[in-house]
């Protein structure tokens, strides 16, 4: 009696925790979805469905390739930020910044070469948004690391309305260039990261004597199976947009992207609980000891999501045909984007053990699976159905992977007891 008494409270008590965090998430990365969401219409309104879809590719393709070129440090440098061990925390950073560091010299490097094979006026703001979008996505973790949630949310809020007043303005001034709304993303990703580094370079975090091969090593050793299941999802929502472009051309695909940036709260819904689940589990050792506290909160985000998904809806219902009337043709994919999503949320909850217990390689191996399946999908029903084709490829190929890692959940929890 003692034992369920103490479990209780325990439970509750890491409840609040992890509502209180996840409330103090929310307020950031919420305010600038909602800027985002509501600013995306007018700035795709003026750029047309080509230039829109000719601008997610260029932006997904700079998505990819920054995990791919930092090999996802970004993830290893928050999880040894965790650690309670203050020399853990230096080393972890300062391999990792120094790795950053050289990935991004290669980069730059890689400019000139580029260019000789590839001229175009997008070269070099596509080159520069990858590197904004690499610096912002270490610099978001390592304040996630320090537990600086309040400088997270608020850098995330200042990003959006850069970005949202910038791209506006020029394409008052430059209607359909890209390039501007290319240079307000990046121009808002490095002044949000800006924001960011002001309090990390406080905590004095930075150890030059911990830099070696063999500690880099082990942050590469780990985040690598990352990387591969951080693309894995990724190319779940990003590969269809090149798949879509094939098929049908860049019209169909700026109506896939436009979907996507307006099913965007439903993404934030269902990741409500995420980051601040992520870190309660990552620095409490009690928490692995009750399996239906990681449930529950799954339960609770459908719950959410499901009724988010309804009430966003009616309100595009309403708000597309009155202000927007050219881009009323994505109602019908919204409610299939908003499950893709939900679902994507429950396999990423799912993979929280295995982060957990450090076993990144059985959980991109089950995150391939996933993939396989949505591409074969996708392969059979783009033809028959066209974008619905491709959200029930995502749906199944997501169905999947949560079978796979709700086996894995519950072994790991039983064995942990």
Not at 328 to 348: E, H, K, S
Request: net charge positive; glycine share 6%.
């Amino acid at each position: 009696m003692r034992s369920l008494l103490r479990r209780s409270v325990l439970f509750l008590s890491q409840k609040k925790g992890v509502e209180k965090t996840a409330v103090r998430y929310a307020f950031g990365d919420y305010t600038s979805k909602i800027i985002t969401a509501f600013s995306f219409p007018i700035i795709a309104s003026n750029m047309g469905f080509e230039n829109t879809g000719k601008y997610d590719l260029i932006l997904t393709s700079c998505i990819i390739a920054a995990p791919v070129f930092t090999l996802h440090i970004s993830d290893a440098i928050y999880r040894w930020l965790t650690d309670t061990n203050s020399f853990e925390q230096k080393k972890g950073y300062s391999n990792g910044l120094a790795f950053l560091m050289a990935v991004l010299i290669f980069i730059i490097g890689t400019f000139p070469i580029t260019n000789l094979f590839y001229s175009s006026t997008l070269l070099l703001p596509a080159y520069c948004l990858l590197i904004s979008l690499i610096i912002y996505r270490a610099c978001q973790q390592v304040i996630r690391g320090l537990g600086l949630i309040n400088k997270y949310a608020i850098a995330s809020i200042f990003n959006a309305l850069t970005y949202a007043s910038i791209a506006l303005v020029g394409l008052i001034l430059f209607k359909k260039d890209l390039r501007f709304v290319l240079f307000a993303m990046t121009l808002g990703n490095l002044l949000a990261s800006v924001l960011l580094i002001i309090p990390i370079t406080k905590r004095r975090i930075w150890s030059p004597s911990t830099i070696g091969f063999d500690q880099m090593f082990s942050l590469i050793k780990f985040s690598f199976p990352l990387l591969v299941n951080s693309l894995g999802w990724m190319l779940v929502i990003q590969l269809n947009k090149y798949v879509i472009a094939y098929f049908f051309g860049n019209d169909e695909n700026g109506i896939y992207a436009i979907t996507e940036r307006l099913a965007s709260p439903i993404y934030l819904l269902a990741f409500y609980y995420y980051f601040s689940t992520q870190d309660h589990f990552l620095k409490s050792s009690e928490v692995r000891r009750d399996s239906s506290f990681l449930f529950k909160i799954i339960k609770k985000l459908v719950l959410i999501s499901g009724i988010g998904t309804i009430i966003l809806q009616l309100l595009y219902m309403v708000f597309l045909p009155h202000f927007f009337p050219d881009l009323t043709v994505v109602l019908r994919y919204i409610p299939a984007m908003a499950v893709a999503n939900i679902l994507l949320a429950i396999t990423t909850f799912l993979g929280i053990p295995y982060i957990q217990s450090k076993d990144s390689n059985i959980l991109a191996r089950t995150t391939l699976y996933g993939l396989v399946i949505m591409a074969l999908t996708t392969t059979i029903s783009i033809n028959l159905l066209g974008l619905y084709g491709v959200y029930l490829s995502i749906s199944l190929g997501t169905l999947l992977t949560i079978v796979m890692r709700l086996k894995y959940t519950k072994h790991y929890y039983l064995k942990s007891l």
